[in-house]
């Protein structure tokens, strides 16, 4: 693939390609276009990179992250506050 093929692709499919290399979901094809658009294009390379190290600090500190009370938040209210859906 020339890196040129990569501008048909939308944020959503370079997202899902990038995930699916990062969870090794993709097809041979699939795989190479993804590891061309990280090698060609500083964007998709920084968005892999920083994926990566996201999920490797979540592996490292799973057990403290999920000892944590989840937040409870009451969406209308937000959304009334921030002026969105309005």
Known sequence: MKPDESKQLTCEEIIALVNGLLDKELTSDREKLALNLIRFNPQCRNLFTTLKKTIQLYRMRRSEIESYPS??????????KSGCGQ
């Open 71 to 80: 937040p409870k938040f009451d969406w209308d209210q937000l959304r009334k």
